[in-house]
């Protein structure tokens, strides 16, 4: 196994960096970095069925990831997650074809050990020995997970108000719990003084170039699961980015690699909640950045993210995909969360739910055709809301 990780490049002023050392963020611009490929070799030299016929898991795209040494690897088993026709919320919906990404399945039950998976393997494979995050909630939960596998310290930093379930599982894994009065914001500032001060290694959003690695791994499994056809539009509910720039980021290099049979992208469209909509009242705006947003709350946790560090991507994205961006009231995710319950078995996250309450109203705003193939992204279990 070989990874064609060659570089990292700048988002923002496209300067590259030594992909061999460990890197942060732009220190010119302080914007994200992003991994580049050799993907004329890798299109040569990689064939898509051979990757569909490896090892199950996230992993088997090791030659488009960006661990140099496949010993390095830190692995839940994340990945291959399902993606599940939704026949019966489609035809009360008059959609022809309605599906869902179902990555409650993944290692501590949401997406967020795809990022985690990544991004600690990386670490440590150079030579990171301690690692901190702030969190929502449930990236503190695959943070520890994944430090406890590969038997480093671990820190995670999150509101005092984050679900239960994500406190009691990061100190089920041995991490250090600091809850904070405040947002992610100020988790965020608490988690890189500690890490200035203690010499802990960062690993927030965007803050670190491969997180965003491990979430691209869905767009592959998305092409993948559609037989390399894309679906018209994709809802994802998006808090910090990742996984709508990742899924993105994807698209374009299995673009460069030759391996999508119809080159029309999906529409991306993020949803967000009424109570944290920065990223919403950006694209409305025509804004190239997103603002900070006061008082943001809502019950979908993963989407309490009142100033996404990569803002500038995110809109970038949608742009760039033709998407769109909505907001939806939380009785919408409520009413969201029993139908795809009650009517699929599925009992997904409140951020999940957010799609299809996203979807409803893509629809009522005429921005949809019935007959346009819809993936809706739940991107963790409704279980670990529970109070
Ligand atoms: C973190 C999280 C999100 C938001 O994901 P981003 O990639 O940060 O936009 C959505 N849903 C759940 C369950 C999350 O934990
Ligand atoms: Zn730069």
Same mark, same amino acid.
């Given at each position: 196994?070989?990874s064609?990780?060659?570089y990292l490049e700048?988002t923002?002023?496209? =300067?590259?960096?030594d992909?061999g050392?460990l890197?942060?963020?732009?220190?010119?611009?302080n914007?994200?970095?992003?991994?580049?490929y050799? *993907?004329p070799?890798?299109?040569?030299?990689?064939? #898509?069925?051979?990757?569909?016929a490896?090892?199950?898991?996230?992993?088997?795209w090791?030659?488009?990831?960006p661990?140099?040494?496949?010993?390095?690897i830190?692995?839940?088993?994340?990945?291959d997650t399902p993606t599940l026709p939704l026949?019966? *919320?489609?035809?009360?919906?008059g959609?022809h074809?309605?599906?869902?990404?179902d990555?409650?399945?993944?290692p501590t039950?949401t997406?967020?050990?795809r990022?985690l998976?990544?991004?600690?393997?990386?670490a440590c494979?150079?030579g990171?020995?301690?690692v901190?995050?702030p969190t929502a909630?449930?990236?503190?939960g695959?943070m520890a997970?994944?430090?406890?596998?590969a038997?480093v310290?671990?820190?995670v930093v999150?509101? =005092?108000d984050?679900?239960?379930a994500n406190?009691e599982e990061?100190?089920a894994?041995?991490?250090?719990?600091?809850?904070?009065?405040? !947002?992610i914001?100020?988790?965020?500032?608490?988690?890189?003084?500690r890490?200035?001060?203690?010499?802990w290694?960062?690993?927030?959003t965007?803050?670190e170039?491969?997180r965003?690695?491990g979430?691209?791994?869905?767009?592959?499994?998305?092409?993948?699961a559609?037989?390399?056809r !894309?679906?018209?539009?994709?809802?994802y509910p998006?808090?910090?980015?990742?996984?709508?720039v990742?899924?993105?980021k994807?698209?374009?290099?299995l673009e460069a690699?030759?391996?999508?049979?119809?080159?029309r !992208?999906?529409?991306?469209?993020?949803?967000?909640?009424?109570?944290?909509?920065p990223?919403?009242?950006?694209?409305?705006?025509?804004?190239e950045a997103?603002?900070?947003?006061?008082?943001?709350?809502?019950?979908?946790?993963g989407?309490?993210?009142p100033?996404?560090?990569?803002? #500038?991507?995110i809109l970038?994205t *949608?742009?760039?995909?033709?998407?769109?961006a909505l907001?939806?009231?939380?009785?919408?995710i409520r009413?969201?969360?029993?139908?795809l319950?009650?009517?699929?078995g599925?009992?997904v996250?409140?951020?999940?739910?957010?799609t299809?309450a996203? !979807?409803v109203?893509?629809?009522? #705003?005429g921005?949809? #055709?019935?007959?346009?193939?819809?993936?809706l992204?739940?991107?963790g279990t409704?279980l670990?809301?529970l109070?």
């Amino acid at each position: 196994m070989q990874s064609y990780f060659i570089y990292l490049e700048c988002t923002q002023c496209g =300067a590259r960096f030594d992909s061999g050392r460990l890197q942060t963020v732009c220190p010119g611009c302080n914007a994200p970095l992003a991994a580049r490929y050799d *993907l004329p070799s890798a299109r040569r030299e990689l064939d #898509r069925e051979q990757i569909g016929a490896a090892r199950r898991g996230m992993w088997r795209w090791f030659g488009l990831l960006p661990v140099s040494d496949p010993e390095k690897i830190v692995n839940l088993g994340e990945g291959d997650t399902p993606t599940l026709p939704l026949p019966r *919320l489609a035809a009360r919906l008059g959609l022809h074809e309605l599906w869902v990404k179902d990555e409650s399945f993944n290692p501590t039950a949401t997406f967020k050990a795809r990022g985690l998976s990544a991004a600690v393997s990386r670490a440590c494979e150079l030579g990171v020995q301690r690692v901190i995050i702030p969190t929502a909630g449930n990236a503190g939960g695959a943070m520890a997970a994944y430090a406890a596998r590969a038997g480093v310290p671990a820190c995670v930093v999150m509101p =005092a108000d984050t679900p239960r379930a994500n406190i009691e599982e990061c100190r089920a894994y041995g991490a250090e719990v600091v809850l904070v009065d405040g !947002l992610i914001n100020a988790a965020a500032q608490l988690a890189a003084q500690r890490a200035r001060e203690e010499g802990w290694f960062d690993l927030s959003t965007f803050k670190e170039p491969y997180r965003l690695e491990g979430k691209k791994v869905m767009g592959y499994e998305i092409a993948q699961a559609f037989g390399w056809r !894309l679906p018209d539009v994709i809802l994802y509910p998006t808090g910090g980015g990742t996984g709508l720039v990742g899924i993105w980021k994807a698209f374009s290099e299995l673009e460069a690699l030759g391996w999508l049979e119809d080159r029309r !992208l999906p529409r991306m469209v993020a949803v967000q909640a009424e109570g944290c909509a920065p990223v919403v009242r950006a694209f409305e705006a025509g804004a190239e950045a997103t603002a900070f947003w006061e008082n943001a709350r809502t019950s979908a946790s993963g989407l309490r993210v009142p100033g996404p560090f990569a803002g #500038r991507l995110i809109l970038r994205t *949608l742009r760039e995909s033709g998407g769109a961006a909505l907001a939806v009231s939380e009785e919408a995710i409520r009413a969201a969360q029993v139908q795809l319950a009650g009517l699929e078995g599925l009992f997904v996250a409140p951020e999940g739910a957010a799609t299809l309450a996203g !979807l409803v109203e893509l629809q009522r #705003r005429g921005l949809l #055709r019935p007959d346009e193939r819809v993936l809706l992204l739940n991107t963790g279990t409704g279980l670990k809301y529970l109070e």
